[in-house]
């Protein structure tokens, strides 16, 4: 037999990395076009984008095999990050720019078009995430990569990403995103990896030969685990990790009953079951839905991932697992893959046959738990009664770790009932369930907030027992986002200057941006000159896309004042409206002295089910409408509500932002990451003091930031005897905009579809406090107008804001991660010669 087929035996130095010169590029290109998808150069441009991403992978194999022998060398430490989203976006740039040859790769196409450009815009985005949590993992998954960590990352390959938001009418309609259809070219599938995994049936317990308990899972309804690979590249530094999604398929077995029973459609049939546990990512955001298919997602991703995981361990370790623990660690993104906790045990005490105890010293050193909200709605339970039927051998093991743990609780605490009730895994009443995140603090021995504010609210508030019983458990990594994508690929000219001034270090290391502080100074005119001219070209840019979404003309000498995030109360898009409504009312009175033109934008998908959220929509839109169509306007104001804002859109919007809108109610947004983007590309934010915000206004200082608004404390103070009504009769401001918005000056011809917005917004038990923020958010925005108006000092506080986001790369989040849960070694990568 050739040894070359045998992938163990391969050799590095086996595998040539193929030259990335532009005249190789542009005859594999052609070679590829022709031989491989059969078409020509004036074919549909989309296999332009297919044919160019599949030279590039070409590029990426050698680097990724070459990683993957490293990964799996004995003794080798490793990371699994395990997530039910990946918000991945677009690829074939990012890769470009990893493996630094975007001008090789732009002179090879010159032939095929002179804007490679518009071939990247082909490329659909991989939506598999919903907002800040999914795309937080596909930072992370670029970052591990580029600090050289060996990290795998573990999600689903959902046939239907994200849902397209269309506008029609003011209203989102929701559309499936089937981002597949036209294959995709970054996954690599895997057949030769299945798992099989186990769902239903019933426990049979038993003694074996030893007289040893054992207990079997049987006459499960099975499916199949098949893996996708999609390589994740390093920047510049020839490591590519493995993002691992699974997609589900009936076993081979599926039909036999049936088939054998003749009815062989039936049987076919059960295939589309399978299927269907991968087919659709769910779109709450921050709210659980309670789906019995759900948790059958997060079952299939936990076990078909420590099914991957045992079969590599057993084949280098053989059954030896005395150093399980030594070398493995998953992060869990949120508690939806808590079910791994549990499988974990199973697998240790129920196949490996280790003893309860041994399995569970490892598995509560393997396990560690990142919680992204402190919204009670996203706290994750599943009834008893479901998990009776659809995992019930992982139940009997859920009140056995309940039961050790409770005891341990009455050690410490005697006689403590309430204090046992309260932090029992399971929750009793009228519909027993499992939470979710007790269970997942339990089971592991890290648990983090995403940013210094909630990391400390969990362990005062959401968590507190736990956090009197565990103080060591608990700890906080403020978030990040990664600075290739988000500066050096969104915003090249930016990139250009900053690294002709200050050298082009800090792409890998973004503490060098600090450099920059130096160019925000008087003396640094010409630099300041140069800055501006590229946001105006960014603005630009942002203008071009807001007229063909939107048909509005956006003037790049407005400020561009921004807020994109998924629509949800308590992130205060409603506050916003309120702003732009007054401005309105002031247009509309002359009281337009000292003015600072505006263009509001305002993006973010609704919850499907979420009736309020999509209201809000609704009636930006309609605000929106009325203020563009208003000759009295003109040119003060523009508002538009932008349709279906995803990571590609963000690549263009916030370079070509002024105003950072980030003005949730405080002590409930976790921490941000928008918040983060818009900063570094020189977006000055008016915010709360929330989340990350916290942490961006300690770094460019108070100067640098425009803060309002109660904070966390004084908000919780203040629930007891909030009063809306009172603050309308005492601001007379506020009074004329809810007036305005009341009068229904807005939907002249819908009467009555913004009462509910309405009466949420007066009641005295509105939990977002959205009228208690309204006058100094007011004053914030004026103060924000004139400062806008001196342009050269509006530039020197965008520098400063670049200049200090370096705390924000999420290169620092996971070195915080790996040094201090992880603990992971760098690999070592051979450079080629
Ligand atoms: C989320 C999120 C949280 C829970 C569910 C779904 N959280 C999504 C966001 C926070 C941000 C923070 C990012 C990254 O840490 O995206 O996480 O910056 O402040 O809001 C969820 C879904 C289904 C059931 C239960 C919970």
Redesign the pocket.
């Known amino acids: 037999m050739n040894k070359k087929i045998n992938t163990d035996q391969c050799n590095p130095s086996d595998i040539r990395e193929l030259p990335v010169d532009p005249d190789s590029l542009e005859k594999d290109f052609d070679h590829t076009l022709i031989y491989h998808l059969g078409r020509f150069l004036g074919c549909n441009p989309y296999y332009l984008y297919e044919t160019l991403s599949l030279v590039i992978r070409k590029r990426v194999m050698t680097d990724w095999r070459n990683t993957w022998l490293q990964h799996k060398k004995k003794g080798v430490r490793r990371a699994y990050y395990m997530s ?2 990946f918000l991945i976006g677009r690829s074939l740039g990012n890769h470009l720019l990893n493996l630094g040859i975007q001008e090789e790769t732009a002179e090879a196409m010159q032939s095929v078009t002179n804007e490679l450009e518009r071939i990247l815009e082909l490329e659909p985005d991989a939506g598999l995430g ?7 993992a596909a930072c992370f998954m670029d970052s591990c990569a580029s600090l050289k960590l060996p990290v795998t990352g573990y999600g689903i390959r959902y046939e239907y990403g994200m849902f397209r938001q269309i506008i029609e009418d003011g209203r989102q309609l929701e559309e499936p995103d089937h981002w597949l259809r036209n294959g995709n070219p970054w996954e690599l599938e895997r057949p030769e990896y299945i798992q099989q995994i186990q769902f239903g049936g019933h426990t049979f317990h038993d003694i074996d030969h030893n007289g040893q308990q054992r207990v079997r899972w049987i006459e499960t309804d099975d499916v199949l685990a098949v893996p996708y690979d999609v390589p994740v590249s390093g920047y510049n530094n020839n490591v590519v990790n493995t993002l691992r999604l699974w997609k589900a398929t009936a076993t081979d077995l599926f039909n036999l009953a049936e088939f054998n029973a003749g009815s062989y459609p039936e049987a076919v049939a059960q295939k589309n079951d399978a299927e269907h546990i991968t087919m659709v990512l ?1 779109p ?6 309670g789906k019995e298919l ?1 948790l059958r997602q997060q079952y299939f991703l936990a076990a078909a991932s420590l099914k991957d995981i045992f079969r590599q361990w057993d084949k280098v370790e053989g059954r030896n697992y005395s150093n399980f623990a030594a070398q493995n660690v998953f992060q869990m993104n ?3 893959p808590t079910i791994a906790v549990a499988e974990l045990m199973r697998i240790l005490v129920d196949e490996k046959r280790l003893s309860w105890d041994k399995a569970w010293q490892i598995t509560t050193r393997t396990m560690a738990y ?1 919680n ?2 402190l ?1 009670p709605e ?3 339970r599943w009834p008893v009664r479901l998990f009776e039927r659809l995992l019930p051998r992982h139940l009997e093991i859920i009140y056995r770790i309940n039961a050790d743990f409770l005891h341990q609780v009455a050690m410490r605490w005697p006689g403590d009932v309430s204090r046992m009730q309260r932090m029992s895994i399971i929750e009793e009443g009228d519909q027993k369930s499992v939470r979710m995140a007790y269970l997942a603090i339990v089971g592991s021995f890290s648990v983090n907030g ?2 210094a504010l ?1 990391s400390a609210l969990i362990k005062s508030g959401l968590f507190h027992d736990f956090h009197q019983m565990w103080p060591g458990k608990f700890n906080n990594k403020t ?1 990040g986002v990664t600075p290739r994508r988000w500066i050096a690929h969104a915003n090249p000219l930016l990139t250009e200057l900053i690294s002709r001034t200050i050298g082009s270090e800090w792409i890998a290391d973004l503490s060098h941006i600090k450099a920059l502080n130096g160019y925000a100074s008087k003396k640094s005119a010409k630099f300041q000159q140069h800055w501006h001219q590229i946001k105006q070209q960014n603005k630009q840019r942002l203008a071009d896309l807001v007229e063909q979404e939107c048909g509005v003309k956006f003037s790049i000498d407005a400020m561009f004042d921004v807020q994109v995030k ?1 629509i949800h109360e308590y992130k205060r898009q409603l506050l916003n409206v309120l702003h732009i409504i007054h401005l309105y009312s002031r247009i509309k009175h002359g009281d337009t002295h000292n003015w600072t033109n505006r263009c509001v934008l305002i993006g973010g998908k609704a919850a499907p089910g979420y009736v309020m959220a999509k209201n809000i929509i609704k009636l930006i839109s309609d605000v929106a409408n009325v203020v563009n169509n208003d000759p009295d306007v003109g040119d003060l104001l523009k508002v538009v509500f932008f349709p279906n804002y995803c990571v590609s859109s963000m690549e263009i919007i916030a370079p070509g932002t002024d105003l950072s809108e980030q003005i949730s109610t405080a002590g409930k ?5 928008g918040n983060m983007k818009f900063m570094m590309n020189g977006a000055v934010t008016i915010g709360t003091y929330d ?2 915000n916290i942490e961006i206004l300690d770094a460019v200082g108070e100067e640098n930031f425009f803060l309002f608004g109660l904070r966390e404390n004084e908000v919780e103070e203040l629930r007891y005897h909030y009063n809306p009504q009172a603050l309308i009769d005492n601001e007379p401001r506020l009074a004329v905009v809810m007036g305005l918005l009341e009068s229904g000056h807005f939907n002249t011809y819908e009467p009555g579809i913004f009462n509910d917005l309405i009466a949420s917004l007066k009641t005295p038990h509105d939990p977002w406090m959205t009228l208690a923020d309204f006058g100094s958010y007011i004053d914030a925005q004026e103060m924000a107008a004139a400062a806008f108006r001196d342009q050269g000092h509006w530039i020197q506080m965008s520098i400063r804001n670049t200049a200090r986001s370096g705390f924000f790369s999420t290169d620092r989040t996971i070195s915080d991660y790996n040094n201090e849960i992880w603990k992971l070694e760098p690999i070592e990568v051979q450079t080629p010669e």
Do not use: I, Q
């Open positions: 039910l989203e919903n907002g800040g949590l999914g795309r937080l769910y709450n955001d921050a709210s659980e839905c759900r949120d508690t939806h990142t992204h909200t919204l996203a706290l994750e995403v940013a909630h978030n998924r947004e976790a921490s941000g990451t989340g990350a």
